[in-house]
Structures are given as structure tokens and as C-alpha cells.
């Protein structure tokens, strides 16, 4: 990911002009960074190592939506909206 994509996501997902590392930020900045190693998987399938970071992004992920569930509905209903995170 490069500079520029990373403060486009910030810049779209931030609450206030100095937020950079709420859950909503950090939930946007991971999937991008999943998204990327799920193009990467495609054609370097035997990458287990890369695997491993993927599948700990993924947890964390995973525990940062549930922060927000528990916290903020309305917040995380529209987060999974954007992201397109689930069906």
C-alpha cells in the first residue's frame, strides 16, 4: 500500500481532522492491507509465511469489528456498509 492510498483511506474514514488511529481507521487501513494479500495469495500459493501475517490482519480485524459492535452499532453497520465486509 502505498503513501498516498494509505491517507486517501485515512482521510475517508476519520472522524476528525487529527484521527488516524481510531477503530474505524484501523479496520479501513487492514482490510486494504488483506485485500492485497489476497491478490498476492493468487499467484504465489505456497507463500505460508505471508499466510500467517494475513490470518493474524484477519484476527485482528475480526476483534476491532467487534470493539465497534459492542461500543458504536450505528458506526459499525456503517463501516461494514462501505467496506462491503459482509453480505
Do not use: C, P, W
Request: net charge positive; proline share 0%.
Amino acid at each position: 500500500m502505498t503513501k498516498e492510498r494509505k491517507t486517501e483511506i485515512i482521510k475517508e474514514f476519520q472522524k476528525s481532522k487529527n484521527d488516524v488511529g481510531s477503530a474505524e481507521v484501523q479496520v479501513a487501513l487492514l482490510t486494504e492491507q488483506i485485500n492485497n494479500l489476497t491478490e498476492h495469495f493468487k499467484t504465489h500459493i505456497h507463500d505460508f509465511s505471508s499466510k500467517r501475517g494475513l490470518q493474524k490482519m484477519v484476527g485482528r480485524r475480526k476483534k476491532l469489528l467487534s470493539y465497534l459492535k459492542e461500543n458504536d452499532v450505528v458506526a459499525y453497520r456503517e463501516l461494514i456498509k462501505k467496506l462491503n465486509l459482509r453480505k
